[in-house]
């Protein structure tokens, strides 16, 4: 929400800020948050602090742009913009997932 995010590894918390946004609805914002986080944390190259702070960042800044839409995205509302906008914003920030092959994905 407003006032960011808190995230535990196991051994350390980390205190991440809320990204900016035009707040339209936040339904569905925490979980946009949880997702995007893991993905951005399973897909990250990096580690340790460098790995969660990368993975908070994007959380925050996908959530940011959840709130921008009204309703619920995949609950019976389709979402009409291009899916390259929600990675990628007016500060130069991109986030591009890696592809991993199936094999990868079942060795871990």
Known sequence: GAEGQIVFDGEQFYVGKAAPAT????????????CSFSVAYTDSKKTGSERVREAMDFG???????????????DGLTYEG??????????????????????DVQAK
């Open 23 to 34: 707040v339209v609805d936040t339904m569905g914002a925490g979980d946009s948050f949880t």
């Open 60 to 74: 925050a800044k996908f959530a940011a742009k959840i709130c921008g839409i009204n309703g619920s995205v995949g």
């Open 82 to 103: 291009n899916l390259e906008d929600l990675y990628s914003d007016e500060d130069g920030y991109v986030y591009k997932p890696y592809k991993k092959s199936l094999g």
